[in-house]
């Protein structure tokens, strides 16, 4: 049985993830803003609920939640209305990030910890050769200006990528990159890239949350998938659309 955190578990994707973790069998905390939409799960053997908003966590209980961890997830992200875009915190996800990466710190674990962290397709690998054409520039350069989320997006996954980097000895991770999302009752067939295969902003794909919460799954239960993924930005479509 393996110990997961999950921040920003009661989001639309933070929850299937939590219940597909829960399937499996795997021991998961969560920490959510509010219980409500974990009502249905609430109950499960392997589930611990911590109800606070993730950054008004002292970081002696950050680091006490990360403890014996195996693996952190952030599904964290800003609720799409004016407050929830243009307040505070502007920085929830890059600070949580820099925050929980911190607190496994602290412990030295004795293997490395998985990170997962769930971005974006608008985001570049800055690793890798993901050239734009300019009106992509263009676009990308306004989001950034005006969807303060955007840039907090770019920012954690750069920290990830920059600060931890290839070689940390206590921290692996990966920023995985959903395109437009939507909902589906089950999960079906998907692809992943290293890098896109469409414009994100210019012809964005679709896929589905239950199959970004699958394939985050995944990389945390399956070695060889954690292996082909761990210190990149790998890209989720729905089968259909990588298709097209």
Known sequence: MMNILIVGASGATGRLLV?????????????????EKLNTLLHATNLKVVEAPVLELSDNTMAELVRDCDAVVSCLGHN???????GKPRRLVTDATRRLCAAIGVNKPQKPVKFILMNTSGNQNRDLNEPLVSAEKIAIALLQILV????????????????????????EWAAVRPDSL?????VSPYEIHPSPIRSAVLNPGKVSRINVARFMAELICNNDTWKRWK??????????????
């Open 182 to 186: 939507i909902d589906e009752d089950s």
């Open 231 to 244: 210190g990149q930005m790998p890209l989720i479509y729905n089968r259909e659309t990588a298709e097209k």
């Open 148 to 171: 303060p989320p955007f840039t907090d997006n770019i920012e954690a996954a750069e920290y990830l990528r920059t600060q931890i980097g290839q070689h940390h000895s206590l921290i």
């Open 19 to 35: 219940k597909d973790l829960l399937d499996r069998g795997e021991k998961v905390t969560a920490v959510v803003r509010s219980t």
């Open 80 to 86: 799409m209305s004016f407050k929830g875009m243009y």
